[in-house]
């Protein structure tokens, strides 16, 4: 932990937890970003995943407020899918201990490239800023199987989580993208305030160097949101398909190199 000392390190990681913060309002997928900085300063893995997501609460959090202050998310609607989501992530967080991830490393970047090529040729995919916010609420089987089984991977893995919400709500709910992109926030900030609750029980957290960067990445997640919001499609999809694109390759060569 002795690197943690160089004035240099906090100052990287400052800037990366900002342009992470910043991506992930936008589509998710900070974390390809935030946990290998963690991990070239000298953080132990696991201590790496517990402080990024002390990290992401603080982006997250900021993201979803700001979405929610623009009348892009609206809590009553989504109760079942907040309490799917919070089940959901503490399974997920079980499931670490109890199954071997390898089947999920080498099927999860054929899930993504996926999504990537469907959003890529779809036109529709991304929603239309014309469209219109259902004004019914979405079926209750819908939220809690789409709140499950996503809390549940965030918990158990979590690369790409915000590109999955985001997709997933556009075709479950028929929501336009920006509300696609709130209710994205909402329910990563339940998962991730879920896992650090059962990081931190185990004592996998680095409060201080965590503390700095969710500062950081709340700065970005301000940014980020503010230009989804005021930008809207142009300019959330390049960055939508850079991103799930770069999240793809990552984890294929993780998997399969």
């Not at 609750?197 to 996998?204: D, E, K, N, V, Y």
Request: charge should be positive; hydrophobic fraction near 55%; proline fraction near 5%.
């Amino acid at each position: 932990m002795d690197l943690l000392l160089d004035p240099s390190h906090w100052a990287i990681l400052a800037v990366i937890g900002i342009l992470a913060g910043f991506i992930d309002a936008i589509v998710g997928g900070g974390g390809l970003l935030s946990i290998p900085a963690l991990l070239t300063v000298g953080i132990p893995p696991h201590l790496a995943l517990g402080t990024n997501k002390l990290a992401a609460c603080f982006g997250s959090l900021t993201s979803s407020y700001t979405f929610y202050k623009q009348h892009l998310f609206n809590p009553a609607l989504w109760k079942a899918c907040f309490f799917a989501t919070l089940v959901g992530s503490i399974a997920g967080c079980g499931l670490v201990f109890l199954i071997d991830p390898l089947w999920l490393d080498k099927i999860l970047p054929l899930l993504i490239i996926s999504i990537a090529i469907y959003t890529l040729f779809s036109p529709k995919a991304m929603g239309d800023k014309n469209t219109i916010v259902p004004k019914y609420r979405s079926p209750k089987y819908k939220q809690i199987s789409q709140g499950f089984i996503l809390g549940g991977y965030d918990g158990f893995a979590g690369p790409g989580i915000g590109a999955f919400w985001t997709v997933s709500s556009i075709s479950l709910h028929k929501l336009p993208l920006l509300h696609s992109c709130g209710l994205a926030r909402v329910m990563t900030a339940v998962s991730n305030i879920t896992a650090l609750i059962i990081f931190a029980s185990m004592g996998q957290v680095q409060w201080m160097l965590g503390l700095w960067m969710g500062i950081c990445m709340m700065a970005g997640s301000f940014i980020g949101a503010k230009s989804a919001i005021r930008f809207g499609i142009p300019f959330i999809k390049p960055i939508f398909i850079i991103m799930v694109l770069s999240i793809a390759v990552h984890l294929t060569w993780s998997a399969w190199a």
